[in-house]
């Protein structure tokens, strides 16, 4: 299931187009900007279990996780040392062991001693569907629309640089990208990775 960061209805509204003829177009925008959305966040908006396989630095005591918010964490493994093999493994307790702490888990001493691989299952996204989406993060869904109006209107009207060269002036694309108000409103909510240290194999 493709979850999205709003409705055709929304970015309709949002315009003030109540025509029909350009909803099609409208809604493989809307799903093209809400993918850039998630590049730009650094995780997908659909809420889901994961899983995710870390192999923590030696004495690592905090492990990031990758998609956000984390809703829950359903379990938490520890393979053989060196190994990749969760046939035999340890499973952690949670509060015992391990705990959640916002979108990151927080280990206790003498688990973690960087040879081995760890296996976490957990439930996070921002909503199950759309509305749910729009729900927990309405900035998100006015971030969706302003930039879904924006590409539509790009499409009659691109943006173009003028430049004076020895042949003349010549006129180029300019690169779109994401509009400022756009970056404002998401930025609350995006993962900052470069802070966070090693990403493990997800799936």
């Known amino acids: 299931m493709v979850v999205n960061a709003t409705t055709l209805a929304r970015v309709k509204a949002h315009s003030g187009d109540t025509a029909t003829g350009n909803d099609a177009l409208l809604t493989t925008l809307i799903d093209q900007v809400s993918r850039d959305i998630e590049k730009f966040l650094g995780y997908e908006l659909e809420q889901k279990s994961r899983v995710e396989i870390r192999s923590p630095d030696v004495n690592q005591r905090i492990v990031h996780l990758r998609h956000r918010p984390v809703v829950s964490v359903t379990q938490v493994r520890v393979a053989a040392e060196g190994s990749w093999n969760f046939a035999a493994f340890q499973v952690l307790t949670a509060n015992a062991d391990y705990r959640l ?14 040879r081995d691989t760890l296996e976490i299952t957990y439930t996070a996204g921002l909503g199950a569907n759309d509305a749910a989406v729009i729900a927990a993060a309405p900035e998100v869904a006015l971030a969706a629309e302003l930039q879904t109006n924006e590409e539509f209107r790009r499409r ?5 640089l003028s430049r004076p060269g020895p042949g003349g002036t010549k006129t180029y694309a300019a690169p779109h990208g994401m509009l400022p108000r756009v970056r404002e409103l998401l930025f609350s909510r995006r993962r900052m990775a470069m802070a966070e240290g090693r990403l493990g194999a997800v799936r």
């Open 101 to 114: 702490s916002g979108d990151s888990i927080y280990f206790f001493g003498g688990l973690i001693w960087g």
């Open 156 to 160: 009659t009207n691109p943006n173009t």
